[in-house]
């Protein structure tokens, strides 16, 4: 609340609507689709990421005596831990057999989202690591003030995770698998770039969905109808059905996406057998880079979802001159595929000091093991070696 004087402010927001788009993407900037306002705002409106499903918005802005917004962070009561992909269910059981009370907690982060990219939003030209601060600060305080027992900022940018280091976080270190593109010039350029053994592979994948005569399409933005949407997330729900897990978004939120100011941002991979869709891969694109977002499909077809997720992904980043592609989270079997392990970050604070002493001595273990694993990784990596 203002206190009288020139000093920032910081405002509790209970939805992504409370705030205009304009205001909000003058600090979230244009490179990551995740962190804007039209991507968090779907999740809400649609039903997807509110307080029903576990998601109370609690969104931090920091705002000067003229009314100019400096920073702003997402942020998210919880009373579960679904949907974050940095897993902490080991922490609140621990916690909980101890007799203290986990849930609920604050979460930073993009719902549903593994993607690493800017957490503390800061408007270009001001004090970036003070008014980072200022938010990690900001978000302990709601956490005191809601009874919550924990921060976690999740899939920050590396700056960001050394800054919430200094503020008393606890550092966390994960794995990812990415693409990187080394001015290829065309699919078969790649390739080159491979070990014999994982180029004779990834020729054998394609050759077996070619031979099942499918008809594959790169559909962008106004492509994608109702339609598309229709199928897609009929196919997300199967895949989710087949894997016992949980659907966390529903069909209204790919169309309110699709018709926001995202939606040329929108890619989707699309696969058919005779006109009838079998499979489907939805991507969104960056600044400089594609990422894979979320996977459906009918009946099995053989070597599909490779091609459809990773290879025709490499494709559009080679055709597009994109950095490098993100495939999402989890997944060994990605390194013979030319996707790399590559660090990702997350760091939390806990309230009650024996529970953060616990937590802090697992993970000063757990670090260098994730370090030494991707190391490990890399080195039997699928590149040819010098």
């Known amino acids: 609340m203002p206190d009288g004087s020139d000093q920032p402010t910081i405002t509790v927001l209970a939805a992504m609507a409370d705030i205009p788009a304009v205001?909000?993407?003058?600090?979230?900037?244009?490179?990551?689709?995740?962190?804007?306002?039209?991507f968090l705002d779907a999740l809400e409106k649609s039903g997807s990421a509110v307080p029903a499903t576990g998601w109370l918005a609690r969104h931090l802005v920091v705002t000067q005596a003229d009314g100019t917004v400096l920073a702003a962070a997402p942020l998210y009561l919880k009373n579960h831990s679904y949907g974050e992909y940095v897993f902490d269910w080991g922490w609140a059981e621990a916690y909980h057999r101890a007799g203290g009370r986990y849930y609920p907690k604050l979460q930073c982060a993009v719902p549903f989202t593994p993607v690493t990219g800017p957490r503390l939003l800061v408007r270009p030209g001001e004090?970036?690591?003070?008014?980072?601060?200022?938010?990690a600060?900001?978000?302990?305080?709601?956490?005191?003030?809601?009874?919550?027992?924990?921060?976690?900022?999740?899939?920050?940018?590396?700056?960001?995770?050394?800054?919430?280091?200094?503020?008393?976080?606890?550092?966390?270190?994960?794995?990812?698998?990415?693409?990187?593109?080394d001015g290829y010039d065309s699919f078969d350029a790649f390739l080159g770039a491979l070990s014999s053994r994982k180029r004779k592979l990834i020729r054998?994948?394609?050759?077996?969905?070619?031979?099942?005569?499918?008809?594959?399409?790169?559909?962008?933005?106004?492509?994608?109808?109702?339609?598309?949407?229709?199928?897609?997330?009929r196919f997300y729900q199967a895949v989710v059905d087949r894997k016992w897990g949980k659907?966390?978004?529903?069909?209204?939120?790919?169309?309110?996406?699709?018709?926001?100011?995202?939606?040329?941002?929108?890619?989707?991979?699309?696969?058919?057998?005779?006109g009838e869709p079998v499979g489907a891969a939805f991507n969104m694109l960056g600044g400089n880079?594609?990422?894979?977002?979320?996977?459906?499909?009918?009946?099995?077809?053989?070597?599909?979802?490779?091609?459809?997720?990773?290879?025709?992904?490499?494709?559009?980043?080679?055709?597009?001159?994109?950095?490098?592609?993100?495939?999402?989270?989890?997944?060994?079997?990605?390194?013979?595929?030319?996707?790399?392990?590559?660090?990702?970050?997350?760091?939390?604070?806990?309230?009650?000091?024996?529970?953060?002493?616990a937590v802090e001595h697992f993970l000063d273990h757990e670090r260098p093991l994730v370090a030494e694993d991707m190391d490990d990784q890399r080195r039997d990596g699928p590149f040819r070696k010098a």
């Open 289 to 357: 880079t594609l990422y894979g977002r979320t996977w459906g499909a009918g009946p099995h077809r053989e070597f599909l979802h490779f091609e459809a997720c990773y290879y025709r992904a490499i494709e559009f980043a080679i055709a597009h001159r994109l950095a490098r592609v993100e495939a999402g989270a989890q997944g060994e079997h990605k390194v013979s595929r030319g996707y790399l392990p590559t660090p990702t970050y997350s760091a939390h604070w806990i309230a009650d000091p024996a529970l953060a002493k």
């Open 204 to 233: 054998k994948e394609r050759d077996a969905v070619a031979r099942q005569g499918l008809t594959i399409t790169t559909l962008v933005g106004a492509d994608i109808t109702a339609r598309h949407w229709d199928v897609f997330h």
């Open 137 to 181: 600060g900001a978000m302990i305080e709601v956490a005191k003030q809601l009874d919550a027992s924990s921060v976690h900022v999740t899939f920050p940018t590396q700056a960001e995770y050394d800054g919430l280091a200094t503020a008393g976080f606890l550092p966390r270190l994960g794995c990812q698998y990415h693409w990187t593109n």
């Open 127 to 135: 004090d970036a690591v003070g008014l980072r601060r200022m938010l």
């Open 247 to 274: 659907a966390y978004v529903n069909r209204a939120f790919f169309e309110l996406l699709s018709a926001s100011p995202l939606g040329e941002q929108v890619v989707l991979v699309w696969a058919e057998d005779q």
């Open 23 to 38: 205001t909000w993407d003058a600090c979230a900037g244009t490179d990551n689709p995740f962190i804007r306002h039209a």
